[in-house]
């Protein structure tokens, strides 16, 4: 009935509103990981894209080379990733926090740049297939549900409720905030404060290339699909304010939805739009909409 | 931007110092003035147009202490606009790149607006998003021609008397217009103007304290850089012919602050000097395709950790190095 009124079908309605919310959890497992990252070592990850990129690609190269179904893929990718991202922050990242904030975004964007390359260079631009693992759907009044698309909402809010369950109420993430707080001190407390952000580095970079092992089979595996997302994810950064995980969470999601709707109600606008929320909350909250002004 | 960043002069400069950069702007426009005896005009006039922009990047970080991430949209969208009133209006070429240089600063104006209400790494992250925008506006825009570009965007003589369609002279034409537009950025870093942006640079809260309007400082600085931006995207439309995505993409606000990285940020010359070597590898690796970005990257987290002064940045410390030991 109401459908009728505003002449929109509810299945495209629906349909929109679910890709919507798809892309949303993949925002909000993006900007946690930024979020959590930012807080400890006062980084902007430039390279977080790259590393979803390579979640996605590390789970295509452990069925095709390896035989490691999607499960698998699906513990063992992140690990791999996270891996790396240990070595980048011993090896590189470290050199750089007694100097600007900027150092660190220039870096990470120049390793974004080789990684990006190279994944082009060896693979090609166009993007591989990777099997859906989950096929089939349940036929619901309104809509049909594929089986992997419900999974990736319900798998993405259980990463990010676990995410912010582990940082604010574990005796693990009191250490992680308090060492946001004041380093010094925590390190004073006998905590091993370099090792505690070389792990978190590792934990943000595996988060990341979590969610580009959920990402592989709806997407195309493609060496351009972190550079596409990060962008926008910086957009749903400054919409958020990163002082907040639950709030990086409620943003990346709402603005997955509404991203959905502009496709059905002005898809030319859907590109933008994000972009446009972030305008208008820069000119209403400058600090973003969980952010503590500074 | 804090005290630990790379920043090379503070206070007012000695009129020593002043005339010794004037006479390296004088050698450099003259090196500038024999260069195409043995160079080939079209990549000297690329990498004067690129120069153009990296000068003007460098206006804003190395000066103000603002790392735009988005410089490409001014770059790309005054190259489109100038390209699309020369070819579809019959603008001639001069009418063109002003018009180009008037649009990077109406964009300036707007994005500036928003964006000076973050600092630092938001700021980056800001310029990036908008940028992205511009990006999206100009791929879905009717009058930039999507995928393909505007493609063979005509050079009618220059104030209806200069044959342009001739290389040589036209890059004597592109030389004129980057010593002008160089010139007016030596100009404000100079000026009482520029010393405040210094200040704002070097601690923004005591400029705050000190009664400077800090938003009208960095505001007026941001249009300033995006009408010269704009200025050398709108040049390079009618050197090339052409505009096209890859303009305003943000791999192309990668470029330019590649470019001023290497040259060394916050140096008057550094700019100059990487946008020559980024344009002459680039030149020379064009056959290596995505290997380009790859060395790009590369280049970029030495740079950052190894050689954060730049190639004149470096230069300068150890000729200060040499001076007070002599």
């Given at each position: 009935m109401l459908f009728e009124l505003i002449g929109i079908p509810p299945q495209a309605l629906f349909g929109q509103l679910l890709l919507g919310l798809i892309n949303g959890a993949f925002y909000a497992m993006m900007s946690l990981g930024l979020a959590v990252i930012f807080g400890l070592l006062n980084v902007i990850n430039f390279t977080h894209g790259a590393q979803y990129m390579m979640g996605a690609f590390a789970a295509w190269m452990l069925l095709e080379w390896a035989g490691v179904p999607y499960w698998g893929a699906l513990i063992l990718a992140p690990l791999i990733v996270g891996a790396t991202g240990v070595v980048m922050e011993k090896l590189l990242l470290k050199r750089l926090y007694h100097l600007d904030h900027l150092y660190g975004l220039l870096l990470t964007f120049g390793l974004a740049l080789m990684i990006e390359g190279f994944f082009r260079k060896q693979f090609g631009s166009s993007g591989l297939p990777y099997a859906n693992p989950l096929p089939g759907g349940t036929r619901l009044d309104f809509m049909f549900l594929p089986n992997y698309r419900a999974w990736i909402v319900i798998a993405s809010l259980v990463i990010c409720f676990g995410t912010w369950y582990m940082i604010e109420r574990t005796k693990l993430g009191s250490y992680l905030r308090a060492a946001t707080e004041r380093p010094d001190l925590v390190?004073?407390?006998?905590?091993?404060?370099?090792?505690?952000?070389?792990?978190?580095?590792?934990?943000?970079?595996?988060?990341?290339?979590?969610?580009?092992?959920?990402?592989?089979?709806?997407y195309n595996v493609s060496p351009l699909m972190g550079s596409n997302l990060i962008i926008i994810v910086f957009a749903v950064v400054v919409i958020g304010g990163m002082g907040s995980i639950l709030g990086a969470i409620i943003t990346g999601f709402a603005l997955g939805i509404i991203e959905g709707l502009t496709k059905v109600f002005y898809p030319e606008a859907s590109n933008t739009v994000i972009f446009i929320v972030m305008a208008i909350v820069l000119m209403v909250k400058p600090a973003g909409l969980f952010g503590t002004p500074k | 931007m804090s005290t630990t960043a790379v920043t090379a002069a503070t206070g007012p400069k000695s009129e020593s110092a002043k005339n010794r950069e004037l006479i390296a702007f004088a050698v450099m426009i003259g090196i500038g003035l024999v260069a195409p005896i043995a160079i080939y005009p079209v990549f000297l006039m690329k990498v004067l147009c690129f120069a153009l922009f990296a000068c003007a990047f460098n206006l804003l970080i190395g000066y103000v202490g603002l790392l735009s991430f988005g410089h490409a949209m001014f770059f790309g969208l005054a190259a489109y606009v100038s390209g699309y009133s020369v070819k579809a209006w019959g603008f001639s070429p001069e009418l063109g790149i002003l018009y180009g240089t008037a649009c990077g600063a109406v964009l300036g104006l707007v994005t500036g607006l928003l964006a000076i209400r973050r600092q630092g790494i938001y700021f980056a992250m800001v310029t990036l998003a908008l940028s992205q925008m511009v990006f999206f506006y100009c791929l879905q825009a009717k009058f930039t021609g999507g995928e393909d570009g505007i493609q063979a965007i005509p050079r009618r003589p220059l104030f209806g008397i200069i044959n342009i369609q001739n290389d040589l002279t036209f890059y004597y034409v592109v030389l004129a217009i980057f010593a002008a537009g160089f010139l007016v950025i030596w100009r404000t870093v100079n000026s009482p103007f520029g010393q405040v942006l210094k200040a704002i640079r070097e601690n923004e809260p005591r400029a705050i304290s000190?009664?400077?309007?800090?938003?009208?400082?960095?505001?007026?600085?941001?249009?300033?850089?995006?009408?010269?931006?704009?200025?050398?995207?709108?040049?390079?439309?009618?050197?090339?012919?052409?505009?096209?995505?890859?303009?305003?993409?943000?791999?192309?606000?990668?470029?330019?602050?590649?470019?001023?990285?290497?040259?060394?940020?916050?140096?008057?010359?550094?700019?100059?000097?990487?946008?020559?070597?980024?344009?002459?590898?680039?030149?020379?690796?064009?056959?290596?395709?995505?290997?380009?970005?790859?060395?790009?990257?590369?280049?970029?987290?030495?740079?950052?950790?190894?050689?954060?002064?730049?190639?004149?940045?470096?230069?300068?410390?150890?000729?200060?190095?040499?001076?007070?030991?002599?």
């Open positions: 390190q004073a407390f006998g905590i091993n404060v370099p090792r505690m952000i070389t792990l978190t580095y590792g934990f943000g970079v595996g988060l990341a290339a979590l969610a580009g092992v959920l990402a592989a089979p709806a | 000190l009664g400077y309007r800090v938003d009208h400082y960095k505001l007026l600085a941001f249009v300033l850089s995006a009408a010269l931006a704009g200025m050398a995207g709108a040049t390079k439309a009618l050197v090339f012919q052409l505009a096209s995505l890859t303009d305003v993409a943000w791999q192309m606000s990668g470029e330019v602050v590649l470019m001023t990285l290497v040259g060394g940020m916050g140096t008057i010359f550094g700019p100059v000097i990487g946008a020559a070597v980024i344009i002459t590898m680039q030149n020379y690796l064009a056959g290596f395709g995505e290997w380009v970005l790859v060395i790009q990257g590369f280049i970029f987290v030495v740079v950052v950790l190894a050689f954060r002064k730049g190639i004149v940045g470096e230069i300068q410390a150890w000729w200060e190095r040499r001076a007070t030991k002599a």
